[in-house]
C-alpha cells in the first residue's frame, strides 16, 4: 500500500533520475571548471538526500545506565544516568590524577634504572680496560679501537 507522500517521493525521485541522465549527456561540452562545480553540487545534494531519507533513531536512556552523562549542557564521563553522584570533588579530582601520578613515576624508575645500567656497562668496559695486559702505549695507537672490536665480538 502506497501512501500519497511514498508516491510523491517515488515521482521526485524518478525525475530527478531523469534530470540527471540528461544533464550528464549534455556536459561533454561544458569546460571542466563547469563540470567540478556541478560535481560538487551533485555530491552535496545526494549528501542531503541522504539525511534527510534516513531518520535519527531516539536511544532511550532513561532507564539505561550510560558512561556518558550530562549536566548543564556537558559531557560528563563515568556517571549513570538513573542515579546521583555524590563523590566529593576532590576526591573525584584525586582519582583522575591518580593514573597520570603512577605514570610519571613509572617514567622516572624507568629512566633511573637506565641510568644506573648504563653506568654499571661503563664501569665494566673500563675495568676490563685497565686489567688487561696492555702496555700504555696501545691505548694511544690508531688502531687500539679495532682491537678492542674484535676481542669483544670473540668473547661469548
Do not use: C
Not at 531518520?55 to 548543564?72: I, K
Not at 566529593?88 to 629512566?111: E, H, N, Y
Not at 678492542?148 to 668473547?155: E, I, R
Amino acid at each position: 500500500m502506497t501512501t500519497p507522500s511514498h508516491h510523491d517521493e517515488l515521482a521526485a525521485d524518478t525525475f530527478a533520475r531523469k534530470l540527471a541522465a540528461h544533464l550528464s549527456s549534455a556536459d561533454a561540452n561544458l569546460p571542466y571548471v563547469v563540470t567540478e562545480r556541478l560535481r560538487a553540487a551533485r555530491v552535496q545534494a545526494v549528501s542531503l538526500r541522504k539525511r534527510s531519507s534516513a531518520p535519527l533513531r531516539a536511544l532511550h536512556t532513561e532507564s539505561a545506565p550510560t558512561l556518558l552523562g550530562t549536566q548543564n549542557g556537558t559531557a560528563i564521563l563515568g556517571t549513570r544516568s538513573d542515579q546521583g553522584d555524590s563523590t566529593p570533588l576532590w576526591l573525584q579530582r584525586l582519582l583522575t590524577a591518580l593514573p597520570l601520578v603512577a605514570l610519571v613515576a613509572g617514567l622516572a624508575f624507568i629512566g633511573a634504572e637506565q641510568d644506573s645500567r648504563a653506568t654499571v656497562d661503563v664501569a665494566e668496559v673500563d675495568a676490563a680496560l685497565l686489567t688487561s695486559e696492555l702496555p700504555p702505549a696501545a691505548f694511544t695507537d690508531p688502531g687500539f679501537q679495532q682491537y678492542l672490536q674484535t676481542t669483544v665480538s670473540d668473547t661469548p
